[in-house]
């Protein structure tokens, strides 16, 4: 039988994850393995809607009425961090799985506690690390691990996005969000994807050195942070690993851009206009070898530039890494077998997430 989802929140994020329950996504079979069976948020309105508009059975305001009557085999928790903990609690201890968006707690102790909860009540939990499985990732993932790379010496992950512009959902003086009130701020919001890809792209390293300059140059006093710099340096399986993760607020064009550098050649993608840009010693030899990583990365920039059109055409956005993560984790879940997204890769994002905020406490 499929399994019965739940979702609980119905903000921006929650059109990518009921689109995929409802299977509205290019991935096919969906139905067969899970049916989006009832919606929750504290309003009725919203809760009425998304049911409506994606073919839930029921919708809910109170969770735990939900989770009585409904008895979901797995929850979506899509509200904002601060709630986390005690709705996948909630959840848990109700008898259901949780796939949770990030951060899915504070605070490395905190996601140890709830794992211990999942544990105790012989349930899985899942944060979700959806940029992992965007196919330009998982390409640049394929070549470091087939050595096309060499070993890996550097990553660079920027983003750059306007949140304090008024007209934006974070900057709007007269909407504030939830996540504002995190310990530092919107970029805390953020964090989450960098210790992951970076953790991702360098496996087996240990960041033990950590510098991260928080800083505000906007004058929206929304913001306690609206610009991020860090440097870290450390250990890896063939040496030092150097790792750079910027936030940037005033720079244009908006980008989310991540750049693997090897011993042999790089790799290079941006998940908001997605690409993939790869150089590397070729079979033509090391002279011609420029030449033709020029050649191979004009022709793939040209046809990323046709599929994004489309994409644009058909608004379509960086989101097809959660679909991908969604169905590898119920496909995990049918067979019994490990999700995609690990115990120790929440934990390790953690614990780098955490090092990070040590730097903003003590600035």
Request: charged content about 20%; aromatic content about 6%; glycine content about 8%.
């Amino acid at each position: 039988m499929p399994l019965r989802a739940a979702v609980v929140g119905t903000g921006g994020i929650s059109h990518e994850h009921l689109s995929f329950l409802a299977g509205r996504t290019a991935i096919g079979d969906v139905a067969s393995r899970v049916e989006l069976w009832a919606v929750a948020d504290l309003s009725a309105a919203s809760a009425a809607y998304a049911a409506k508009t994606f073919g839930a059975r029921a919708a809910y305001t109170d969770l735990k009425e939900l989770l009585e009557i409904e008895q979901p085999d797995v929850v979506h928790i899509l509200t904002p961090p601060d709630t986390h903990v005690r709705l996948a609690t909630m959840c848990l201890e109700a008898g259901a799985d949780v796939i949770c968006e990030k951060p899915i707690t504070p605070s490395y102790p905190d996601l140890v506690g709830l794992i211990g909860t999942a544990d105790r009540c012989h349930r899985q939990i899942m944060e979700s690390h959806n940029y992992r499985f965007n196919h330009a990732v998982e390409e640049m993932v394929a070549a470091t691990d087939r050595g096309e790379l060499g070993e890996i010496r550097e990553v660079t992950i920027r983003i750059a996005l306007p949140v304090t512009d008024p007209d934006t959902r974070f900057g709007d003086p007269n909407l504030p969000s939830p996540i504002h009130a995190m310990p530092a701020g919107v970029i805390h919001d953020f964090t989450t994807h960098f210790a992951y890809l970076l953790l991702h792209l360098a496996p087996g390293v240990t960041y033990d050195r950590v510098a991260a300059a928080w800083s505000r140059h906007s004058g929206n006093q929304l913001f306690r942070y609206d610009d991020l710099d860090a440097l870290l340096i450390g250990d890896g399986p063939d040496g030092p690993v150097h790792a750079r993760l910027r936030f940037d607020a005033r720079s244009a064009p908006e980008t989310f851009t991540i750049a693997v550098r090897g011993s042999k050649g790089m790799a290079e993608t941006d998940i908001f206009q997605p690409y993939l840009r790869m150089v590397r010693p070729r079979t033509v030899g090391s002279r011609l070898s420029p030449v033709a990583n020029h050649l191979l990365n004009g022709a793939s920039l040209f046809s990323s530039g046709v599929r994004n059109f489309g994409n644009k055409l058909m608004q379509r956005g960086p989101y097809e890494g959660l679909h991908h993560m969604l169905d590898l984790t119920y496909r995990a879940m049918a067979s019994g077998t490990d999700l995609p997204v690990s115990h120790h890769d929440m934990l390790a994002a953690s614990a780098l997430v955490d090092a990070l905020l040590d730097q903003e406490a003590t600035r």
